[in-house]
C-alpha cells in the first residue's frame, strides 16, 4: 500500500463550480465506456425490437415488410416454437434441480481438510474453464454408439445406448453434460458460501447438541439460501443462453427435443431466412432473462443477517 | 488540477483514436480490391476473386491454380472454406454485405432459390457456342432460373451402393451391377442383414455404413428422400398420389402438402426407419466414419466420388458398386456442387470468365478425369473411356435413365432443412406420419411467402 | 487488502466454521468405522477425480492417435484406451499444417488481447469514476450499465451483425471483439475492488496537489493490481472461450477462430474425423488449462463473481 502521510480533514469543495468540473471530470471518466455501451448494446436491442416486428430475409434485407406482432403471435401458435420454449425451461429446470445438490455435496467435500483437496478443486473447475465448444466436443464422443461411455457400459455387460439420436436420452444427456461443465462453478460458491458462515454459530450448534445431518439440514442449508438463489439464477441463465448442445451435438434432434432456444434462434435467422421471427423469439429471452434477473435482485435484498 | 483534467482527457481521445484507427485498418483490411486494373502484364485487366466454397470442393485449389497461371497471374484468387452443412448460411449472410464473394462454389438445386433473390450472376452472355447441346438437360435445367443460365456445372453426380466383394462373397450374397436387375429395397435389406455380423443396432461389421453424406448424420434431403420419392410412381395419373409422392413438391415449387406426406411417402418412412432401428437395423444413427473404407461395411451409398479414393487407398478387399436400390420407382438424385458467379460482383466479367474456364473444355476435363466425378458435357464423356466401363459406367447410367433433380423450389434452403430434420428424426425413431406432418407444417407458410 | 481478495475462497484446511466437518462422528469411533470412512472418502475422491480428469486425458491421447486405433483401441475398453501406443503427430500437422489452425490460434489471441486491453482502460477509467468521484447522478449511471448485465449476448446476434455490417467491420477481428469491451461484468468487479480502497488514500493524494487522473494512476491502480490481473483472466477466459458471436461475425478462413475451427471440424457439415477432432479441441483447452493451473487462485474468486449479478 502506497505510504499515507499524516491524516488530514478533508475540506471538501461546496461551490457549484466545484461540483460542475467534478461532474465533467466523471464525464470524461465515463465517457469511453458509455459510448461503446451504447453503440453496442443499447442499439442492437433497439433494433432487436424494430427486427421482431418486421418480414424480411437477409439475402435481401431492402425487402422488408411491417408485420406488426405478427412475429410474436405466431410463437404462441406455432407448435415448434412452442417445443422449443419447452425444451429450453426441461433443460434449465433440469440443470437446477441436479446441480444445486451436486454443488453443495461437493462444496461441502472440499470444505473438509482432506488430502489431494487441491487436485480435486482443480478438477471440478477444469469444465467451468474449458469452452462449451470444446466441452460439446468432448462430450459428442463421449456419447457416441462407440464413445467411451458406450465402451464402459459395454464391458460392464450392458448394451449400448444411443445417448443422442434416443427421444428419451437426448435431453438427460445433454443436461447432465451442462452440470458436468457447471457442477465446478456452484461449488465454489457453496464453498464460498460455507466459509462465510461465522464458526460461532456452528459452535453454538454442536453446543445445542445438533448432530451433522440436522446441522446441515436446519442450519447450513437456511444460511446458505442466497447462495442457493445465485446458483439457481446464474445455472438458468447459462441454461437459456445454451447454443452449443444443440449446435455441435444435435442439431435438436431426435424430434426436437433438443432443440434449445438459442439455437433455434440462430436457424430460424440463418437457415430458415426468417430474422423476424428469429428477432420475437430473442425479445422473448432477451425479456425471460432480465425477469430473472430481477427476481434475483428482489430475493437477495432480503438479507440474512449472521 | 485543470493541468490533470487536460491530461485525462487527451487520453481518453488517445483512447478512441486509436480505436477509431484499429476499426479504420482493419476495415481496410476487410475492403475488396478496387475495380480492374490494367498493366503492362495483364492488359485485360488484373482481377483477385473472392470465393465462398465448400470445404473439399469445386472450385479446386488446383483449378484455380490452373486459371491463375492461364491468365499469366492476372486472376488470382481469396478462397473461404465453409463446411457443406453450414454453406447455405453464410451465402444467406455474405450475400447482402459489402464483401460479397465474386464467386460461389454452391450445390446445383440452390440455383433457383439464389438466383431469385438476385445473388447469381445470368451468365447467357458469356456462354460458348453450342454449350446447350453439349450439357446434360438435368445440369441445364437445374442450372436455370426463369429462362436464364445460371451455372454450367463442373460435375454431374449420382448414387450408388458400394459393396465390399470380399464380405458379400463371404455371406454368399450375388449382388446385381446393372440397372435392369437392380434390387428392391426390400431385397437390399435382406442382404445387407445376411452380410452384416454382430448385433444389430450396434454390429462389428455394418449391413450398410453409416452415412457419409451431408453433415454425416441420417437425413440427408440428396440421399435419404430417395427412399420416400422411390415409392411414387411418374407414370399415375397427375393427381394421384403415387405421383406426388414421386415428385415430392407441386411443379411450382410452393406447395407440399399432399406431395411430402402421402401414404405412400409415409410407409416409405417406415420402411427407412427399420434400417436404423429394431432387429432388422443394418445400419448406426451415430456411426464411426470411414466404416467402408476400413472395411467395417458391407454396403455404402455413396457418389461417384468414392472410386478415386477407394482407389487410392488400396483397400485390402475387393468391391463394385451396385444400382441403387427402390422401393417402386428407381430414382436418383442429380445435382453437384456446382460454381457460379456473383450478381454483386465489381468484377463480374472475370468472374463469369473463370466460370466458363473450368466448366467446359480441357479444365473441365482435366477435373472429371483427375477426381473421378461424372462429367455434364457429352464432349468430354466421349473422350473419357473410364466413364464408359464399371464402376463409373453405372453412375453415368442411373443419371441418365433414373435421374430427377432434387425437388426444385425457390425456398430449396428452408426445404432442404426441414425435411432433413424430419428424416433425421424418423431415423432416430420419430413416427414417420407424425415427422411428415410436422415437415410440412413447418414449410408451408415458409414457401408461400 | 481489498475486499475482492479478501473474499477469495480460503484454500486453508480446517476452514470456515467447518460446516460438514466429518470430526464429531468419530466420538463413539472404533478404528474399523475410521478405516471404512477413510476408504470411502478416498473411493469417492477418486471417482470424483475420474469423472473429470479421464474425459480430459482421453481426449490428449486421442489427438495423438489415428481414427481406426481409436476404434480399435477403445473396443473392447482396456488401459489402451488411455494410452497412446503408436504416438502419431499426423493430427497435429495436418491441423497446423493444411488446416491453418495455427492462424486460428493466433486470431483468438489477438482478439482476446484487444479485448482484455481495451475492456481494462475502459473498465478501468469507469469504475475509478463511479467510486471515487462524487456526482450527481451517479447511482443511475451504475444502473444503466448494470442492466446490460442481463443482456442475454445470444439474443442481440442478428442486430449486432447489422449494426457491424453497417460500419464495414463485417469479418474483422476487431468486430468480433469490440461489442464486448464496455463489459458490465469487468466494471462491476472493479468497482467492489475499487471501492474497498480507504478513501484515506485519495484524500492524502489531494492534499499532495494530485488531481483525478494521478490519483487513479498512481494511488487506486497500485493498490488495486491483484484484481486487475483476476479482470485480465476473466476477459482472457469470456474471450478466449465465445463461440456464437465469432462464428456468426467472422466469414473468411484466415480470420477463423479457434472455437470456430474446432467446432466445424465435427460439425454441422463436415465429416468428423476423430482424432483431428481431439487434436484440435486439445489445441483450444491447453492454453488456458495451462493458465489456469498456474494461476488458478486468480481466477477462481472472478469466477465465483461472474454469476453475481
Known amino acids: 500500500m502506497s505510504s499515507t502521510t499524516t491524516r488530514t480533514r478533508l475540506v471538501r469543495g461546496t461551490g457549484r463550480k466545484r461540483s460542475r468540473r467534478e461532474l465533467l471530470v466523471a464525464a470524461g471518466f465515463l465517457a469511453p465506456f458509455l459510448i461503446i455501451l451504447a453503440v453496442f448494446q443499447y442499439v442492437p436491442v433497439v433494433l432487436l425490437i424494430k427486427n421482431s416486428l418486421l418480414s424480411y430475409t437477409l439475402i435481401n434485407p431492402d425487402l422488408q415488410t411491417f408485420v406488426g406482432l405478427e412475429n410474436f403471435a405466431r410463437i404462441f401458435s406455432d407448435p415448434g416454437a412452442l417445443q422449443t ?101 456452484a461449488a465454489i460458491l457453496y464453498l464460498g458460501g460455507l466459509q462465510s458462515i461465522p464458526g460461532d454459530v456452528m459452535e453454538a450448534s454442536v453446543l445445542d447438541g445438533a448432530g451433522g445431518l440436522k446441522r446441515t439440514f436446519l442450519i447450513v442449508i437456511p444460511l446458505l439460501s442466497r447462495t442457493t438463489v445465485m446458483v439457481v439464477v446464474i445455472m438458468t441463465v447459462f441454461a437459456l443462453q445454451s447454443f452449443t448442445p444443440a449446435y455441435v451435438m444435435t442439431k435438436g434432434a431426435p424430434g426436437g427435443t433438443t432443440n434449445l432456444l438459442v439455437y433455434e434462434i440462430y436457424k430460424q435467422a440463418f437457415t430458415l431466412q426468417d430474422p423476424g421471427f428469429a428477432s420475437a423469439l430473442s425479445v422473448l429471452l432477451l425479456v425471460g432473462a432480465i425477469t430473472i434477473s430481477l427476481v434475483q435482485m428482489r430475493l437477495l435484498r432480503t438479507r440474512w443477517d449472521y | 488540477m485543470y493541468n490533470n483534467f487536460t491530461s485525462r482527457r487527451r487520453r481518453s481521445r488517445l483512447i478512441l483514436t486509436t480505436l477509431a484507427i484499429g476499426a479504420l485498418a482493419s476495415s481496410v483490411v476487410a475492403c ?204 399415375a395419373p397427375s393427381d394421384s398420389s403415387a ?94 456442387i456446382t460454381v457460379a458467379a456473383s450478381a454483386k460482383s465489381k468484377q463480374a466479367d472475370a468472374a ?98 | 487488502m481489498t475486499q475482492l481478495t479478501s473474499q477469495r475462497v480460503s484454500d486453508d484446511a480446517g476452514a470456515g466454521g467447518g460446516a460438514g466437518g466429518n470430526g464429531d462422528k468419530t466420538g463413539r469411533s472404533r478404528v474399523p468405522t475410521r478405516l471404512w470412512q477413510r476408504i470411502w472418502t478416498t473411493v469417492v475422491v477418486i471417482a470424483i477425480l475420474m469423472a473429470f480428469v479421464l474425459p480430459y486425458e482421453w481426449m490428449f491421447v486421442s489427438g495423438l492417435k489415428s481414427q481406426s486405433s481409436i476404434f480399435a483401441d477403445i473396443s473392447p475398453l482396456s488401459w489402451k484406451t488411455f494410452v497412446p501406443l503408436a504416438v502419431t503427430f499426423e493430427n497435429l500437422e495436418e491441423l497446423f499444417v493444411d488446416r491453418g489452425v495455427g492462424r ?51 439474443a442481440l446476434v442478428v442486430p449486432l451483425y447489422q449494426l457491424i ?49 494521478r490519483i487513479f494512476w498512481s494511488v487506486i491502480l497500485p493498490v488495486v493490481r491483484v484484481d486487475l490481473v483476476t479482470f485480465v483472466l476473466m476477459i482472457f477466459l469470456f474471450s478466449w472461450n465465445a463461440f456464437l458471436w465469432p462464428l456468426v461475425a467472422i466469414q473468411s478462413t484466415e480470420n477463423t477462430l479457434v472455437q470456430v475451427a474446432v467446432a466445424q471440424s465435427v460439425s454441422p457439415g463436415a465429416l468428423p474425423n476423430w482424432g483431428l477432432t481431439f487434436a484440435g479441441a486439445s489445441v483450444a483447452t491447453i492454453p488456458l488449462l495451462i493458465l489456469f493451473i498456474f494461476l488458478q487462485r486468480l481466477f477462481i474468486p472472478g469466477l465465483a463473481r461472474s454469476g453475481l449479478k
Open chain 2, 352 to 449: 463469369a470468365e473463370f466460370v466458363v474456364a473450368v466448366s467446359t473444355g480441357a479444365a473441365a476435363k482435366e477435373y472429371n478425369q483427375k477426381n473421378g466425378r461424372l462429367p455434364t458435357l457429352n464432349s468430354v464423356y466421349k473422350e473419357l473411356p473410364e466413364f464408359q466401363e464399371p464402376p463409373l459406367s453405372l453412375f453415368y447410367s442411373e443419371l441418365e435413365k433414373w435421374g430427377q433433380p432434387r425437388p426444385p423450389t425457390t425456398h430449396f434452403s428452408q426445404y432442404s432443412q426441414i425435411v432433413e430434420n424430419a428424416l433425421k428424426n424418423i431415423a432416430y425413431g420419430g413416427d414417420p406420419k407424425d415427422e411428415l406432418d410436422q415437415a410440412v407444417t413447418k414449410l408451408s407458410p415458409l414457401m408461400s411467402r
Open chain 3, 165 to 213: 455490417s453497417a460500419m464495414s467491420l463485417q469479418d474483422t477481428l476487431i468486430a468480433v471483439g469490440v461489442p464486448w469491451i464496455a463489459s458490465a461484468f469487468g466494471l462491476f468487479l472493479l468497482r467492489q475492488s475499487f471501492e474497498a480502497v480507504p478513501l484515506e488514500l485519495d484524500e492524502a493524494a489531494k492534499l499532495d496537489g494530485a488531481g483525478h487522473f
Open chain 1, 85 to 185: 420454449i419447452g425444451v429450453t425451461l426441461i433443460f434449465a429446470v433440469g440443470m437446477v434441480v441436479l446441480i444445486i445438490p451436486l454443488g453443495f455435496l461437493l462444496a461441502t467435500y472440499l470444505n473438509q481438510p482432506l488430502p489431494g483437496r487441491g487436485i480435486l478443486r482443480t478438477a471440478v473447475f477444469l469444465p467451468v474453464i474449458t469452452s462449451s465448444v470444446v466441452v460439446a466436443t468432448l462430450w459428442n464422443f463421449l456419447l457416441a454408439n462407440e464413445g467411451l461411455v458406450n465402451a464402459v457400459l459395454n464391458s460392464l455387460g450392458f448394451g449400448t445406448a444411443s445417448f443422442l439420436t434416443d427421444q428419451a436420452l437426448a435431453l438427460p444427456s445433454i443436461i447432465i453434460m451442462s452440470v458436468w461443465q457447471q457442477v465446478g462453478m
Open chain 3, 104 to 154: 486460428a490460434l493466433l486470431n483468438s489471441f489477438l482478439v482476446a488481447a484487444f479485448q482484455v486491453v481495451a475492456s481494462l482502460i475502459l473498465c478501468t477509467l469507469a469504475a475509478y469514476a463511479l467510486t471515487r468521484i462524487a456526482f450527481k447522478g451517479r447511482n443511475a449511471v451504475f444502473a444503466v450499465i448494470l442492466a446490460t448485465f442481463m443482456l442475454p449476448a445470444e
Open chain 2, 32 to 235: 475488396s480490391p478496387s475495380a480492374p486494373e490494367t498493366s503492362a502484364n495483364c492488359p485485360d485487366g488484373s482481377a483477385k476473386l473472392k470465393v465462398l466454397r465448400s470445404t473439399t470442393n469445386v472450385p479446386t485449389d488446383a483449378q484455380m491454380a490452373d486459371y491463375t497461371t492461364k491468365t499469366n497471374g492476372c486472376v488470382t484468387f481469396d478462397v473461404t472454406d465453409v463446411p457443406f452443412g453450414q454453406y447455405a448460411d453464410k451465402v444467406s449472410v455474405l450475400s447482402s454485405s459489402a464483401n460479397a464473394p465474386d464467386i460461389y462454389g454452391y450445390d446445383l438445386p440452390e440455383t433457383a432459390n439464389y438466383a431469385s433473390k438476385g445473388v447469381l450472376l445470368p451468365l447467357d452472355d458469356y456462354l460458348p457456342e453450342g454449350w446447350k447441346d453439349d450439357v446434360l438437360p438435368a445440369t441445364l435445367t437445374e442450372g436455370s432460373y426463369e429462362g436464364k443460365v445460371y451455372t454450367m456445372g463442373v460435375q454431374q453426380d449420382a448414387l450408388g451402393l458400394y459393396y465390399n466383394k470380399t464380405l458379400t462373397d463371404q455371406a454368399g450374397i450375388t449382388v446385381p451391377t446393372t440397372l435392369d436387375t437392380a434390387w428392391t429395397w426390400e431385397q437390399a435389406r435382406d442382404a445387407m442383414l445376411k452380410c452384416q455380423q454382430g448385433t444389430p443396432g450396434n454390429p462389428t461389421i455394418y449391413g450398410l455404413a453409416p452415412t457419409q453424406l451431408g453433415s454425416g448424420t441420417p437425413g440427408p434431403v440428396y440421399s435419404d428422400l430417395l427412399y420416400l420419392r422411390s415409392a411414387g410412381d411418374p407414370k
Open chain 2, 243 to 336: 405421383y406426388k409422392t414421386f415428385y415430392a413438391i407441386s411443379p411450382d415449387g410452393k406447395e407440399v402438402d399432399g406431395w411430402l406426406n402421402t401414404p405412400e411417402a409415409v410407409e416409405a418412412a417406415g420402411f427407412y426407419q427399420s434400417l436404423y432401428n429394431g432387429d432388422k437395423a443394418v445400419t448406426s444413427k451415430t456411426g464411426r466414419p470411414n466404416a467402408f473404407l476400413d472395411g467395417k461395411a458391407c454396403f455404402d451409398m455413396f457418389h461417384a466420388g468414392q472410386v478415386q479414393p477407394l482407389k487410392d487407398a488400396q483397400v485390402s478387399f475387393d468391391w463394385g458398386v451396385a444400382p441403387m436400390p427402390y422401393i417402386k420407382t428407381p430414382i436418383v438424385h442429380t445435382g453437384a
